[in-house]
């Protein structure tokens, strides 16, 4: 009995061992479990959180989130074992880290901001002109109403040479203008003085048509004087240079004589008209302006015939249209070669040679080529109908219609290109009174013509008192491929029958 007994006290404390070994496991395992759930809750709050903010809107169950309770497994007691002290486990309480959603900021509306505009500043005109020349009508220019822009653009003027300048009546000038004096001329006002050699004024004059006017120069000057002027007119790239023209002297300053001078082309419209001192020692006053009209030639008196009474009307005499061809100088004509390559300046000059060189070369060298012809025997009062000038080929190398474009003439001055009629190196780049009158179809073939003809608005520059001169040259000046492109025509050296030839057909009253 006793032995029983035994046996089933330590049946119960076996039990109770066991049990609470199992409570321990438990116990352990739990711990585990909260420790592991600890650890990784940066990480799952991390994924939320990015998971939240990355939401277009979060849903209010994710802002409130709370997460479920953790429990702790509370094991039964052995009211026969003896106690076991318990480790307390920490109480947890997970919080759910949310971030905060950003809010967003509205986008400003553009407010439009103020652009202050500036005014655009009136532009003064000038007071001075232009000066209209009438149809068919004259025009009168004073001298001191030139046109505005001050030195180097309306007017050049020598320092220093003791004049008074401009002054009351030109305060857009000043001092520093040509200098104005109080005139006895008839009319009185004001006149240009002390004017020195290679002075010049500039004036706008607006010209009803493109034709030949004459101008009438009012001057003074002492009886020791040479005064000698020349006018230049320039609309964009056309341009007129006259001659020098000898004016001569009177018996004083103001003692005025008119110094009648032209044909001077003026263009159409608006034109830029210089007036150069070529040498001082004059005074001027005003120069006028109106058509050209060649001065005509006295016609000897008939005497009256009592006529015989007929039934017939009398015909009508029409004046016979006269042609006449004139040979181009020899002494006057040939060519000139460009100094360098793009020089744009005249250096060798041939006036010796049977043929004329129009071109370029393989150094890429321009050669341009002059021609004159003595039409002084054209009658002053003659109506010309008609100018042609022709142009016989005597070889062409290379290509220089394809590569130079049109072959164009220009006519220079009454007296030459640099005025002087004998050819000179700068006639290369000397201005010409008018440029591209002409233009030349290709000759054919070696020994072929090629000819071309002067538009009527241009016969006022067939000199009836001289020379005229033509200028030959490509509208392209070099076209760089370094070969030989040329027109080579014959000159006034060559044989009879080769020679450039004007053609010019007129009728005399």
């Known amino acids: 009995m006793k032995h029983f007994r035994h046996r089933n006290q330590n049946s119960k404390s076996e039990a109770g061992q066991g049990f609470v070994e ?4 438990l116990i352990f395992v739990g711990i585990a479990v909260v420790l592991i759930v600890s650890l990784m809750q940066p990480a799952i709050g991390g ?11 979060a849903p209010p169950s994710l802002l409130n989130y709370t997460p479920p309770p ?7 007691v052995d009211p026969l074992a003896s106690p076991t002290p318990l480790t307390p486990i920490p109480s947890i309480t997970v919080i759910a880290s949310s971030t905060p959603i950003p809010t967003n900021t509205p986008i ?8 202050s505009t500036n005014t655009p500043t009136a532009t003064v005109p000038c007071a001075y002109g232009p000066h209209t020349v009438p149809a068919n009508s004259t025009a009168r220019v004073q001298m001191e109403d030139f046109r505005c822009g001050g030195a180097g653009v309306a007017f050049g003027e020598a320092a220093n040479d003791g004049g008074p300048g401009s002054s009351p009546y030109r305060s857009d000038v000043g001092s520093e203008g040509p200098d104005l004096e109080n005139t006895s001329d008839t009319g009185g006002g004001l006149n240009v003085g002390w004017v020195g050699t290679g002075e010049w004024l500039e004036y706008d004059v607006i010209a009803p048509q493109t034709m030949g006017y004459t101008f009438v120069i009012r001057n003074a000057s002492i009886s020791t004087s040479n005064p000698r002027i020349r006018v230049t007119v320039s609309q964009g790239p056309l341009q007129y240079n006259s001659n020098i023209i000898t004016l001569g002297p009177t018996n004083g300053w103001q003692d005025w004589t008119n110094d ?17 001192m070529e040498t001082g020692g004059a005074n001027y006053n005003y120069f006028e302006i109106q058509p050209y009209q060649p001065t005509p030639t006295a016609t000897p008196a008939t005497p009256t015939v009592t006529p015989v009474p007929t039934n017939t009307p009398a015909p009508t005499n029409t004046p016979a ?20 390559s793009n020089s744009s300046q005249g250096g060798t000059v041939d006036s010796s040679d049977t043929v004329i060189i129009i071109g370029d070369d393989n150094t890429r060298r321009q050669y341009i080529g002059f021609i004159s012809f003595d039409t002084s025997s054209i009658p002053l009062n003659a109506t010309i109908t008609s100018v042609q000038l022709r142009l016989r080929r005597q070889s062409e190398p290379g290509n220089p219609f394809n590569t130079l474009d049109a072959l164009n003439a220009d006519i220079g001055p009454n007296n030459g290109f640099s005025g002087n009629l004998s050819l000179q190196s700068g006639d290369f780049e000397a201005l010409a009174t008018v440029n591209n009158v002409m233009s030349f179809d290709r000759p054919t073939s070696n020994g072929a013509w090629t000819e071309a003809s002067l538009g009527a608005g241009n016969f006022v520059h067939i000199n009836r008192n001289g020379y005229t001169q033509f200028r030959l040259h490509f509208e392209s000046p070099d076209d760089g491929d370094s070969n030989n492109d040329q027109l080579i025509i014959y000159s006034g050296s060559a044989a009879s029958g080769s020679r450039p030839e004007l053609i010019i057909t007129y009728t005399v009253p």
């Open 47 to 57: 994924v939320f959180s990015r998971f939240v903010a990355q939401a277009p809107v």
């Open 260 to 276: 009648v001078i032209g044909p001077i082309t003026l263009f159409a419209g608006s034109n830029i008209v210089r007036i150069t």
């Open 108 to 115: 400003p509306s553009n407010t439009p901001t103020s652009t």
């Open 22 to 25: 199992y409570a321990l496991i």
């Open 321 to 340: 249209p006269q042609t006449v061809t004139f040979t181009s100088d020899a002494s006057q004509d040939g060519d000139v070669r460009e100094s360098n």
């Open 70 to 76: 953790t429990f702790t497994s509370t094991p039964t």
